[in-house]
């Protein structure tokens, strides 16, 4: 078998399947929209505009490392926007409290009783800005809330909304002040994107963008009205046809060789040995999930060999932690996956 096979044929046609067809091309008709609107008002940023579709079709969360206005708020803001759904941003200070993100009882004095008010994780999106300066029990409610798609609070468990995503930022370069994330609280995020400075042309791009827009503007967000473009159903729709996307076994083989790869399996020796805490099972999961998703977003009904390598930095980085010695050479987890990579045959 060689990892670019084709799938099996597909079973024949019904009625009811041609609907199914015709809705999912529908769905993903609204997806290349969303795409294509953020591009447009976006410079440089397709790699987390598709990062942040193929988190949101799979039930992934992410993780954007980048320095301040990259357009890191922007991004997010336009995303919930185009999608119906309910959006909250949190910044993170060290006397942040769970209660600030879960929410809390409130005395109301008129009837006499308890009331829960819900925090900002009771939204469809939560945009959750220097997340490395949160206190570790804040952390700690936004794992549970990730994780398990419910929270505690005031002693009672509470469901989250569908669609539920967390996009969280890390400045790289402060570190002055900050808790670093514990290596299980990384885990469960899918993404980890770096956003780097624009070049000359796309700086270019940016100016244009920006000053076409209305002089009138509230933080980052112009006074133009975007319009819902996908709702909480069509995203259902689109992670339950994503996952019936096509992966071979030479495919899997591939995504099980790159992540034990980081416990020292295969041929990447050296590179394995400078991971001090290896890559996990969410590691393979989230590929083969992010690939199928990347996979139907392209247009297609299997996953190639493509959709691993492009995602493979980005899916492993944030969850392999170098060793002392690799980090005090200035060895990055980024690079050590590259390597992974050149060193990992495709079949
Ligand atoms: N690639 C880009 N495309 C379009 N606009 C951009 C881009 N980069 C920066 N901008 C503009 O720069 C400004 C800052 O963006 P924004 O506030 O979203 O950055 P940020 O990354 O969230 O910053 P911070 O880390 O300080 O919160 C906005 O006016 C935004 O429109
Ligand atoms: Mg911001």
Known sequence: MTAQET??????????????????????????????????????????????????????????????????TRTVNQFAQLLDAAFARVQATPDLLPADLTGTNIYQQHTGTFNFVAGPLFNNIILFDEINRA?????????????????????????????????????PIEHEGTYPLPEAQLDRFMFFVDVAMPTPELEHQILDIVLSESQIVSGNNPVTTIHAVLNADDIQAAGQTA???????????????????????????????????????????????????RAWLNDRDHITPEDIQVLAPDILSGRIILNYHAQARGITARQVVHRILEHTAVV
């Open 7 to 72: 799938p099996p044929p597909l079973p024949n046609h019904s009625a009811r399947s041609e609907a199914a067809h015709s809705k999912a091309t529908n769905t993903k008709a609204k997806f290349t929209t969303v795409r294509d609107e953020l591009n447009q008002s976006l410079a440089g940023h397709q790699k987390l505009i598709e990062r942040l579709l193929v988190a949101i079709i799979t039930g992934g969360h992410v993780l954007i490392e980048g320095s301040p206005g990259l357009a890191k």
């Open 135 to 171: 206190p570790p029990k804040v952390q700690s409610a936004l794992l549970e809330a990730m994780g398990e798609k419910q929270i505690t609070a005031a002693g009672k468990t509470y469901l989250l909304q569908s669609p539920f995503m967390v996009v969280a930022t890390q400045n």
């Open 243 to 293: 996952s019936t996307v096509f992966i071979s076994d030479a495919v899997k083989d591939y995504i099980v060789r790159l992540v034990t790869a980081t416990r020292g399996y295969g041929n990447a020796g050296d590179e394995a040995r400078a991971v001090e805490h290896a890559a996990s099972p969410r590691g393979s999961i989230f590929l083969a999930r992010a690939a199928q998703a």
